[in-house]
C-alpha cells in the first residue's frame, strides 16, 4: 500500500500543480472579465476585456459576449448622441430666423401694449430653446473629445478671479457676496481656459440662482497634495444626497426650481468639462447650503 501511494505521489503532486495552475488562470480571467464589467457600468463604454479570442473555452466565449454587448452599447449611445446633436444643429438656425422676424416686427410696426408683450415673451421663449440647443451642441462637442488635443497649462486661481471680477456686480445686485479665497502665487492644471471660466462661472450662476436671499458665494483654489481642487459653496438649500447624481443628468432640475430660469444643463456642461480635464466632480453638504468639490489630476505627472 505505502509503495503504491509512494508511486502515484509524483502523478498526484503533478495533477495537483496543473489544477492549482489553471484554477489560478481561470481566476486572473474571472478578475478580468469582472474588472471590465466595473468599468462598463461605471460609464466607460469603450473597455473591453482583452485576450478571449481564439481559445473556444467558457470563459473565451463569456468575455466574448460582454465585449459584444458593450460594443453594442456603446454604438447606440454614440448614435443616440449624435442624433441629439443633429437634432440641435439642425433646429437652431430655423430658430434663429424666427427669432430675427420676431424682432423685425417688434421694430418695423406699430404695436398695441398687448401685441408687444407677446412678442416679448416669444422673443423671450425663442432665445432660451436657441440657448438650450447651443448647450446640447457645446456638450457634444466636449463629449466628442476634441478639445482635448488644446488642453495647456492654466493657473485656475487667474480663471477665477476673472470670473468673480466678472460676476461680482451682478451677485451684489443679488444680494450676494462673491468672495475669492486662494493659495499665493499660481495654481496650474492642464486644461482649456475657455471651458474652465464656463465651468467657474455656471456654479456661480447656479448659486445666484437657486439661492433665495442670497449670503455667501465663496470660490476656493487650493492645492491638496500636488492636485488642483477649486470648491464653489454657498448656504442655501443645497441639494439632497439622493439627487445628487441626478442633477448631473441632462436637462434635469429638482422640482424646486421649476419656476427659476434655466434649462438643466449647467451642470451637466461642469461634469463634462471635469471629465475632459480627468478631474473628479463632487456635490457636498455645505452644512447648510451645497459644496460643489473638483479635484484636478497632480499636475507633475501629466
Ligand atoms: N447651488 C445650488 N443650490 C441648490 N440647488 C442647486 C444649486 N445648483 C444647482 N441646483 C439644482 O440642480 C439643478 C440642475 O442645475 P443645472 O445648473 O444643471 O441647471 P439649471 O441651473 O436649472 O439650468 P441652466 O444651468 O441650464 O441654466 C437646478 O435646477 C437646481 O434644482
Ligand atoms: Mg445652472
Known amino acids: ?57 467558457d470563459l473565451s466565449g463569456i468575455g466574448q459576449d460582454v465585449n459584444h454587448m458593450a460594443h453594442a452599447q456603446e454604438t447606440l449611445v454614440s448614435s443616440m448622441r449624435q442624433i441629439s446633436s443633429d437634432i440641435a444643429h439642425d433646429l437652431k438656425t430655423p430658430i434663429q430666423r424666427v427669432a430675427l422676424v420676431l424682432d423685425r416686427v417688434m421694430n418695423k410696426t406699430v404695436l398695441t401694449d398687448g401685441q408687444e408683450e407677446l412678442l416679448i415673451g416669444a422673443l423671450d421663449e425663442t432665445d432660451r430653446i436657441v440657448r438650450t440647443f447651443q448647450s446640447l451642441l457645446q456638450l457634444a462637442q466636449i463629449e466628442g473629445g476634441a478639445v482635448r488635443d488644446r488642453l495647456q497649462a492654466v493657473d485656475l486661481t ?26 499665493d502665487g499660481e495654481t496650474v492644471v492642464r486644461g482649456d481656459r475657455q471651458l474652465l471660466s464656463q465651468m467657474i462661472s455656471n456654479l456661480v450662476q447656479n448659486a445666484i440662482t437657486h439661492v433665495p436671499g442670497g449670503g455667501p458665494i465663496v470660490v476656493r483654489v487650493t492645492q491638496d497634495r500636488g492636485r488642483a481642487v477649486l470648491t464653489v459653496s454657498d448656504r442655501g438649500p443645497g441639494i439632497p444626497a439622493s439627487e445628487r447624481e441626478k442633477v448631473l ?17 449647467g451642470l451637466s456642461l461642469v461634469a463634462a468639462i471635469c471629465e475632459l480635464h480627468d478631474a473628479v466632480l ?21
Do not use: K
Open 249 to 265: 443628468r441632462r436637462l434635469y432640475r429638482l422640482e424646486q426650481s421649476r419656476t427659476t430660469e434655466g434649462n438643466g444643463l
Open 158 to 183: 487667474d480663471v477665477a478671479r476673472d470670473i468673480i471680477d466678472f460676476l461680482e456686480v451682478e451677485a451684489d445686485d443679488r444680494g450676494f457676496a462673491l468672495t475669492l479665497e486662494a493659495a
Open 282 to 302: 463632487t456635490l457636498e453638504d455645505n452644512a447648510p447650503g451645497l459644496m460643489v468639490r473638483i479635484v484636478f489630476p497632480d499636475w507633475s505627472q501629466s
Open 1 to 57: 500500500m505505502a509503495v503504491l501511494l509512494i508511486g502515484l505521489l509524483p502523478a498526484l503532486l503533478i495533477a495537483g500543480l496543473a489544477g492549482w495552475g489553471v484554477a489560478r488562470r481561470a481566476r486572473r480571467r474571472i478578475n478580468a472579465i469582472q474588472a471590465t464589467l466595473h468599468t462598463l457600468a461605471g460609464g466607460t463604454l469603450s473597455a473591453r476585456v482583452i485576450g478571449v479570442d481564439g481559445r473556444g473555452d
